[in-house]
């Protein structure tokens, strides 16, 4: 069973083996967050879709270079906290910074493919470059990071289907960020595809719905 709801509502009563983003009191589940509840399995959980991202250990974001000093750089990842990229991550080694110049390897303003990698005091993320960690486009959009996050960690087929159907390159980091190679037209279907899944707060239906919205007769062809 799954339902919108917003904070403060019962999610839903009895108990359950384990539950996330509600707040457990006496039988009741409330929600902590505007999401879709999801219930069954011997759990209750409520999936986000509004709010500020929140970083996990193993999730793959794009950020933008903000401060570069000899030790590491400073990403902003699109949260309440920063990322932080240590030089010798970058060299794949252990580096003397008075022999090494980080800011050969990057400038302000790069654009940074990275995984989480520990979260220290709630506060300091940690990064590790992607192997292709220097993220190249023509476009950059924002979507909301909740229905970033959940379409990535669900292994969602939608952004495959997005490449598939534009033709363009697509980058999508569970914070949010969204990075687009290719020309004019290809650019706007990727912008159509990402505007529906910021209308939608039912995120079912989702995968088709994009499909028919960058199909040429409007009709979907894939289920």
């Not at 050969?104 to 790069?110: P, T």
């Not at 924002?142 to 939608?158: E, F, N």
């Not at 534009?166 to 037209?185: F, P, Y």
């Not at 910021?198 to 995120?203: G, H, I, P």
Request: net charge positive.
């Amino acid at each position: 069973m799954s339902k919108l709801v917003v904070p403060g509502e019962v999610v839903a009563k009895g108990n359950f083996r384990s539950w996330s983003n509600v707040l457990k009191k006496g039988e009741e589940y409330l929600s902590i967050f505007v999401g879709k509840a999801e219930v069954g399995g011997g759990r209750v959980r409520v999936v986000r879709l509004s709010g500020p991202y929140i970083p996990k250990v193993g999730d793959f974001v794009i950020g933008m270079v903000t401060d570069v000093q000899p030790l590491a750089a400073t990403i902003d990842i699109n949260s309440y906290v920063n990322g932080y990229i240590m030089a010798n991550a970058f060299f794949k080694r252990r580096i003397d910074p008075s022999k090494f110049d980080l800011s050969k390897k990057v400038n302000l303003g790069d654009l940074i493919a990275a995984k989480v990698q520990r979260i220290e005091r709630g506060k300091d993320v940690y990064l590790q470059p992607d192997q292709k960690w220097k993220v190249e486009g023509d476009a950059v959009f924002y979507i909301s990071p909740a229905k970033a996050h959940y379409i990535y960690t669900s292994r969602s087929r939608i952004p495959s289907k997005i490449k598939e159907l534009t033709g363009a390159e697509v980058r999508l980091g569970a914070n949010g960020v969204v990075v687009v190679k290719g020309d004019l037209k290809k650019i706007e279907m990727v912008k159509r595809a990402l505007d529906v899944i910021e209308s939608k707060y039912d995120l079912n239906g989702l995968y088709n719905e994009i499909i028919k919205v960058l199909s040429k007769d409007g009709e979907s062809t894939d289920s």
